[in-house]
T-cell receptor, first 116, second 117 residues
Framework: GAGVSQSPRYKVAKRGQDVALRCDPI?????LFWYQQALGQGPEFLTY????????KSGLPSDRFFAERPEGSVSTLKIQRTQQEDSAVYLC??????????????FGNGTRLTVT | AQKVTQAQTEISVVEKEDVTLDCVYE???????LFWYKQPPSGELVFLIR??????QNEISGRYSWNFQKSTSSFNFTITASQVVDSAVYFC??????????????FGRGTQLTVWP
């Protein structure tokens, strides 16, 4: 596709529900990042994939957060038993290069999650 | 630890005014990269510029210019003759060139720029 695509665009979940957020990176992009952006804040790193390998998940805030990229393209961020503090915009970004950070990240429009 | 500070939370200007967005960074690494991203209301982060720590030359791209000063750990962004379409949140970010996640960006809190007609 032309850019990074994320779905759904908006998600409302009741506290305690599980959610799954999808990211379609630009075709051929090796590197994929997930970021969390709380209202009025800058994006915060969650996790990083190089192809299908999750090389860094140090930013995941709790064990309720889980991400996967089984075939090295589409990625899913899953949040179990959602809490109100999980409300944020979740941004996905991809990059062609392995030799980061020389290649800039391309971001999607994000998924706005609201937990009620 | 890496840190980016954007002290200006909101700036309002009238069209055609010049405006400078401030960015101060902290890192102990000698090799690092600095970025500016624009986030319009649609939410997508749009890449504007990347500079590495060894290149302090200022850069100009149309109405945009960037002033990188290692002595003050600053990477400021100036928009000349601002336009309504420049209204957005602007983020400064830092990346270091070591560790398991090269390319991981450390963002500031952003500056909301509003340009009035």
């Amino acid at each position: 596709g032309a850019g990074v695509s994320q779905s759904p665009r908006y998600k409302v979940a009741k506290r305690g529900q599980d959610v799954a957020l999808r990211c379609d990176p630009i075709s051929g992009h090796v590197s994929l990042f997930w970021y969390q952006q709380a209202l009025g804040q800058g994006p915060e790193f969650l996790t990083y994939f190089q192809n299908e390998a999750q090389l860094d998940k140090s930013g995941l805030p709790s064990d309720r957060f889980f991400a996967e990229r089984p075939e090295g393209s589409v990625s899913t961020l899953k949040i179990q038993r959602t809490q109100q503090e999980d409300s944020a915009v979740y941004l996905c970004a991809s990059s062609l290069a392995l030799d980061l950070p020389t290649s800039p990240l391309h971001f999607g429009n994000g998924t706005r999650l609201t937990v009620t | 630890a890496q840190k980016v500070t954007q002290a200006q939370t909101e700036i309002s200007v009238v069209e055609k005014e010049d405006v400078t967005l401030d960015c101060v960074y902290e890192t102990r690494d000698t090799t690092y990269y600095l970025f500016w991203y624009k986030q319009p209301p649609s939410g997508e982060l749009v890449f504007l510029i990347r500079r590495n720590s060894f290149d302090e030359q200022n850069e100009i791209s149309g109405r945009y210019s960037w002033n990188f000063q290692k002595s003050t750990s600053s990477f400021n962004f100036t928009i000349t003759a601002s336009q309504v379409v420049d209204s957005a949140v602007y983020f400064c970010a830092l990346s270091i060139s070591r560790g398991s996640t090269l390319g991981r960006l450390y963002f500031g809190r952003g500056t909301q720029l509003t340009v009035w007609p």
